[in-house]
């Protein structure tokens, strides 16, 4: 785990609203556990290994240093529109500019992944909980193939850059502070 420690350290630092809220995510080693690579659990989920705190549990450690920590880093998006009104406010207004394509591939994924969600489980749902910040995590946190490169508007590219610069700064105004 000093690995990982060390990685999240890293993440704070650089990322100075993740740092806000570091004490409350727990993280957690299960190689070869899962589907996937990771694993995000909310705080009042029922199957969240650490109840009441918002749990990341990582199976895949045998990536590079910057693919672990850009999974982290992505994951812990899930958690911010519930702590973070200015960061629920940018994810909204970015959720607002979707276009009728990128709905329709949204509302695919949805058909394509409804049988590992709960039982009526909406698209309304869906997005909120999941697909908005798998939008955030393909311009935020890549992973390797990049698949959502070329996939933004000119203004969705905009409100994410300000997203990036919430990040890591905890604030948006320009400037140094």
């Known amino acids: 785990m000093s690995d990982i420690k060390e990685l999240l350290r890293q993440i704070y630092g650089q990322n100075a609203l993740l740092g806000r809220y570091a004490d409350d995510y ?38 590079t240093g910057d693919q672990t920590r850009n999974l982290l880093k992505g994951d812990m998006l899930h958690d911010l529109p519930g702590v973070d009104r200015q960061w629920k406010g940018l994810r909204d207004k970015y959720l607002g500019t979707l276009t009728p394509r990128q709905r329709r591939i949204d509302l695919n994924a949805f058909e394509r992944e409804r049988s590992y969600l709960a039982p009526g489980t909406t698209f309304e749902e869906y997005m909120e909980h999941n697909r908005a910040d798998a939008h955030l995590r393909g311009y935020l946190t890549p992973d390797a193939a990049d698949e959502w490169k070329g996939s933004y508007t000119p203004e969705q590219a905009g409100i994410l850059d300000i997203m990036r610069t919430y990040l890591q700064r905890g604030y948006t105004q320009p400037g140094p502070r």
Do not use: D, K, M
Request: charged share 15%; glycine share 16%; proline share 16%.
């Open 26 to 63: 727990n993280v957690i080693e299960n190689p070869g556990g899962g589907l996937g690579q990771i694993e995000y659990y909310p705080p009042a989920e029922a199957y969240n290994p650490a109840p009441g705190r918002p749990t990341l549990e990582l199976y895949n450690t045998s990536g």
